[in-house]
């Protein structure tokens, strides 16, 4: 049962914020049996010194993109005990969280047991505390001797992310309850399209940097954006063959990837730039998903086309710390498009709000579930929905200034606090219901 103070809690968020309130008696309850109830972290944002990841060493060069660097982030690496603890008393019944690459294949073809064993333990506990334990073999970041060799331009990328896939799912895979072999492999895509020019030559900046700190003809690694097209063939086999590689060793284990997905919208001439975005962004991947066990989707805005491109946000919107606009259907037409483009179910793996004020976190939550249940009870098989993140956490070129997580936590001392907005979501989590 929702305690009193809890449903105070959830009515105060909405009339905080009435624009989300409007659908929150609409939706039929409970959600499906079995439901995952979930939130996400990633390895290098949490987990802290990944000092052999590609984003370590573009976090400290000069030129930089990043704002500051991760430095010990949430210490993660070492109190992931806590994390799952924290995970438990939310009331949740599973984790999205990632294996870090670089510390299992440190050095190119060269595997530590010891880490190996250190993400055998998170995997067993999670299990031990009923928590269904989602895990994503690469969430972007690689090793920097995979970087010095072009990243995913390299010929070879392909097989020596299913060589680390292999060595990792045969230590690894039988108590995991979902693998996800790469977060957004097509978020860089979106990226190279969106950003401007001035970004990409500090990028480009960047990396010559980063080849002349390690003697590399051609470092691929971080935010690439511009190499996005050159990436993509080596990323989708490199998803199939590491999807063959997963299943070798453990065939019951259910294997997808993430998609970045934006509601992509049009206005009465912008039909046409809508669809032609969604060819470029989603089509390969949305092809290659039809292969898998499922599909994970991230969402977190709205994009609106007009005959010239994108439309800027209305001036009543909701805008996040990210400058994107807030509104409350956008994951349900996301789950809506990607089930009907792949005939798959469908796990949300991240989907949150980068928003100071919580009380906008928890009633916009509460608001984008209520539309998430229509679409199931609609006949959308989605299995289940990770709320980013858990933690406030580095968030790679913005630092630690954005706020996704479901808790704060202390620069200092790493002392973790669930926020208001934590206590709503469990409440839902806890009845499986709105």
């Avoid at 802290?48 to 500051?68: A, C, K, M, Q, R």
């Avoid at 453990?250 to 992509?264: K, R, W």
């Avoid at 606009?325 to 709000?353: S, W």
């Avoid at 609609?378 to 913005?398: A, C, I, K, M, R």
Wanted: some cysteine; proline content about 6%.
């Amino acid at each position: 049962m929702i305690d009193r103070r809890t449903l105070l809690a959830s009515g105060a968020a909405l009339a905080a914020t009435p624009a989300f309130a409007k659908v929150a008696g609409k939706a039929p309850a409970p959600f499906p049996q079995g439901f995952l109830w979930g939130t996400a972290t990633a390895g290098h944002q949490v987990e802290g010194n990944n000092v052999n990841s590609d984003f370590w060493l573009l976090e400290h060069i000069t030129p930089t993109l990043f704002g500051e660097p991760s430095g010990q982030a949430c210490d993660s690496f070492h109190r992931w005990r806590d994390d799952l603890a924290l995970v438990k008393k939310i009331g949740l019944n599973s984790y999205r969280f990632s294996i870090e690459w670089s510390r299992i294949e440190p050095l190119q073809g060269v595997f530590s047991a010891e880490m190996l064993d250190h993400y055998k333990r998170i995997v067993h506990t999670c299990r031990d505390l009923g928590i269904a334990p989602i895990v994503t073999f690469s969430h972007w970041s690689v090793p920097i001797w995979f970087a010095s060799l072009g990243g995913w331009t390299n010929p070879d990328a392909s097989e020596l992310f299913a060589r680390y896939c292999d060595r990792a799912a045969r230590h690894l895979a039988a108590e995991m309850a979902y693998a996800v072999t790469l977060n957004e492999p097509n978020g860089l895509s979106i990226a190279d399209r969106m950003i401007p020019e001035g970004a990409k030559r500090g990028l480009e900046a960047m990396l010559v940097a980063a080849r002349q700190a390690t003697g590399a003809p051609k470092f691929v690694g971080g935010p690439s954006f511009q190499y996005a097209p050159a990436m993509q063939p080596s990323l989708l086999k490199g998803h199939r063959m590491a999807f063959d590689a997963i299943k070798a060793a453990n065939s019951a284990l259910p294997v997808g990837f993430s998609l970045a997905i934006v509601d992509e919208q049009a206005d009465a001439q912008g039909a046409a730039q809508r669809d032609r975005a969604r060819a470029e962004f989603y089509g390969p991947w949305l092809d290659t998903a039809g292969k898998d066990d499922f599909l994970g989707i991230q969402n977190y805005t709205r994009r609106v086309w007009g005959a010239d491109g994108p439309l800027p946000a209305p001036a009543e919107a909701t805008l996040d710390q990210m400058g994107g606009e807030i509104v409350p259907d956008t994951l349900a037409n996301c789950v809506r498009y990607a089930h009907a483009q792949t005939g798959k179910p469908i796990i949300v793996t991240e989907h949150g709000f980068a928003v100071s004020d919580d009380r906008i976190r928890a009633a916009a939550t509460l608001a984008a579930l209520a539309h998430l249940r229509i679409a199931i009870a609609d006949g959308v098989p989605v299995l289940g929905y990770q709320h980013w993140s858990l933690l406030d956490n580095f968030e790679w070129t913005s630092g630690y200034r954005v706020t996704y997580g479901l808790a704060s936590v202390d620069r200092k001392t790493f002392r973790r606090t669930a926020k208001p907005s934590a206590k709503v979501y469990g409440a839902v989590a806890r009845t499986n219901r709105l």
